[in-house]
């Protein structure tokens, strides 16, 4: 089991601990609760934190032509003993601008985290070349590589770019939870235990906004497996269908999981916040109004939502 530190204070003020929420120490702490730590990792919103990655500024910018090529001769200063010599091949670079610098020694990865190459000083069409002004999908923020990232900003040269994006790092325990402690299988569960220890106080998130309109659902529930006691349900109209926001992708992301949309996100974000397994049903695909909770033959194909055919034992509920 995966928790998230930035996770876990949405619960617990885990800084209020002596050495201020440190993951070594809720490594001892929750090891001698009973929920061992097997490994922390730690987790970057963007491959690599954006180490080596700098702002900087275009002090000049010549073109010249190379076949059917025009490049960029350019000087920026990014905050280092000497400026440096740059060849960009973006149309839109330009005097006076503030950029951001992969300096040399910079390793540049894809969006898995997969290293791709690491920025050393060279030639480039006989001119030298000691760095890399980057487009937003170079520095792993989006997806445009229509020219590069030019910037808003005051900040001064050298400020590294982790500091502009204002990104911070997460870490992440692995907990080898054993199955007498189900109750701990959350970040909520976690900081229970935390609480347990420490006596920190602990809060739920509110949900007083969250109006019930009836306590009626509009279908079927027909339970046929002694193991499911109970069967609880929320139905919702209006919904739009669409990627979740940005926060909502980082807390998955953290623990080893990939965001799908906001309806399944959302539900992902439950199970492993509050320890409430969930799913959602698409209305429209449940056929007859009408749900079933049973277990299927051993040897049944079913595909689960990351589109992999998975046969079943005859003992998962479904």
């Given amino acids: 089991m995966k928790i998230s530190l930035n996770w876990l204070r949405d619960f617990i003020d885990i800084s209020k601990l002596p050495q201020k929420g440190e993951a070594e120490e809720l490594d001892v702490l929750l090891t001698n609760t009973g929920l061992e730590v097997e490994g922390i990792e730690r987790h970057e919103k963007i491959p690599g934190g954006l180490k080596g ?8 910018c010549e073109k010249f032509e190379v076949k059917d090529k ?14 440096l010599t740059i060849v960009c091949g973006a149309a839109n670079v330009a005097a006076g601008q503030k950029v951001i610098v992969a300096t040399p020694g910079t390793t540049l990865f894809d969006a898995e985290g997969k290293a791709l190459f690491t920025i050393e000083k060279r030639k480039v069409y006989g001119q030298p070349s000691e760095g890399m002004i980057c487009a937003e999908d170079e520095i792993g923020i989006g997806t445009s590589h229509d020219g590069i990232l030019v910037l808003e900003t005051d900040m001064a040269n050298g400020t590294p770019a982790a500091n502009f994006f204002n990104l911070s790092a997460d870490l992440v325990l692995e907990i080898g939870l054993t199955p007498n402690r ?6 909520w569960g976690v900081a229970r235990d935390i609480k347990a220890v420490t006596g920190l106080p602990i ?14 659902l509009p279908i079927e529930i027909n339970i046929q497996d002694k193991g499911c006691a109970r069967f609880c349900g929320v139905s919702m109209d209006g919904i739009q269908v669409k990627p979740s926001p940005e926060w909502l992708q980082e807390r998955l992301s ?3 999981l990939r965001p799908i949309n906001n309806i399944v996100d959302i539900t992902n974000f439950i199970c492993h916040g509050l320890g409430q ?38 003992e998962e509920l479904m």
Avoid: C
């Fill in 53 to 60: 990655f700098v702002v900087a500024e275009v002090l000049t």
């Fill in 203 to 216: 809060q739920l998130p509110s949900v007083d906004s969250l109006a019930i309109s009836q306590t009626h």
């Fill in 182 to 187: 189900a109750d701990a299988a959350s970040h």
């Fill in 277 to 314: 397994p969930m799913h959602a049903y698409d209305w429209h695909q449940i056929k007859g109004g009408r749900l079933e909770v049973k277990t299927l033959a051993a040897g049944t194909v079913f595909k689960t939502l990351d589109g992999v055919e998975r046969k079943l034992n005859g």
């Fill in 254 to 256: 953290a623990i080893g």
């Fill in 70 to 83: 025009t490049l960029s001769l350019t000087t920026v200063d990014a905050g280092l003993e000497e400026t």
